[in-house]
């Protein structure tokens, strides 16, 4: 079973400048743990992402670790020129060693797009231009594209990834029918949704996978989100993650309550309880944690699991302790859960 992080990156309790440097200690901390990979996401306009250029601070990132591999979850292509994405792209894989992971999809939040002078109802199509174009712009010498939102003639390529043919990727899946394109192209997929949800995705992804006659022992990573806090006594961890979870909430739903509106595909309730009962989130004790996370990778059977240990307020010293107590004790019983979920 490989382990990872997924950070939004929200709004925290300190100075900006101090929550990037606190963050890049903690990201020293997963390295250390033997964690596969740091997936940090993209919004703007909202405290849910104080880094709105996955890019920068990702550079920073390679520069602090060694063995660690990391990306966005995802660039949201529908924001970016593509040929500038493109070449961070490359940069990135460089600078890191040949370790950036690739996430991409069109982006959540219409107002974030809105806000960007993008219509939210050309998001898909210019995604899938996007994508296209930053496929051929890492496999070749010279990029030729015509579309209705880009075109593109024999524009030379000066830079190339460091990963051939590219980083590996990455996409979101909400839904079993969402995951035909990922399997049958090779690519990665997280989820965030109850296990059960979880399970329909995985078992489609490897009904999908088997389909296009792949081996089944090369499956790729199917991950399962969850938000973490763990304290040795457990009403302390709980305590903990109702305060920090509050603030993340808040952050995230704001940009929707200002306009009006409610995201799709974000089953996240307004409290910490709650995500407990529907396994969204755990906090307790390293046992408490320990037994519900094998009771959903078991139902889920997910094969990478992936784990928020810094959202809202959260100190780092509290996030430093969740961490360090599931490396010790959780992370030993989970490690072997792979070969069962295969």
């Not at 109850?194 to 995985?202: E, K, Y």
């Not at 989100?225 to 903990?240: D, K, N, Q």
């Not at 940009?255 to 407990?276: E, R, S």
Request: charged fraction near 20%.
């Amino acid at each position: 079973m490989k382990f990872g992080i997924f950070d939004h990156m929200d709004r925290a309790a300190v100075p900006l400048a101090q929550q990037y440097e606190d963050r890049l200690r903690l990201i020293e901390a997963y390295e250390r743990a033997g964690f596969y990979a740091y997936h940090i996401a993209e919004h703007h306009a909202t405290p849910l992402g104080m880094a709105p250029s996955p890019s920068v601070f990702l550079a920073a990132v390679a520069q602090r670790t060694t063995r660690l591999r990391f990306g966005p979850v995802v660039y949201p292509l529908a924001f970016h020129h593509p040929l500038r994405v493109a070449e961070e792209i490359c940069m990135l894989d460089h600078l890191s060693g040949g370790r950036l992971e690739l996430g991409v999809g069109r982006g959540a939040s219409p107002h974030e797009m809105t806000y960007y002078g993008v219509d939210p109802a050309n998001a898909q199509a210019i995604y899938h231009e996007a994508f296209a174009i930053l496929i051929e712009f890492m496999t070749s010498r010279s990029l030729t594209f015509a579309g209705k939102f880009y075109n593109f003639r024999d524009v030379p390529v000066e830079i190339e990834p460091l990963q051939r043919p590219h980083p590996p990727l990455w996409y979101g899946a909400a839904y079993p029918d969402g995951v035909v394109w990922p399997a049958r192209n090779n690519v990665n997929v997280v989820c965030n949704g109850p296990a059960a949800a979880v399970r329909a995705i995985t078992d489609r992804y490897r009904a999908e996978w088997a389909a296009a006659g792949n081996d089944g022992a090369n499956i790729p990573l199917m991950g399962m989100s969850r938000f973490i806090v763990i304290a040795e006594r457990g009403h302390e961890a709980v305590a903990i993650a109702r305060r920090a979870y509050r603030q993340w909430y808040h952050g995230f739903f704001l940009l929707w309550a200002k306009h009006g509106t409610k995201p799709i595909n974000a089953p996240y309730p307004d409290n910490f309880d709650d995500m407990q009962r529907t396994g969204l989130g755990v906090a307790g004790t390293a046992e408490t944690v320990r037994d519900a996370l094998i009771g959903q990778m078991a139902q889920a059977q997910n094969n990478y699991q992936i784990c928020r240990f810094a959202f809202g307020d959260l100190t780092l010293e509290e996030s430093l302790r969740s961490l360090d107590i599931f490396t010790r004790s959780v992370m030993p019983a989970l490690a072997g859960m792979r070969d069962a979920a295969e």
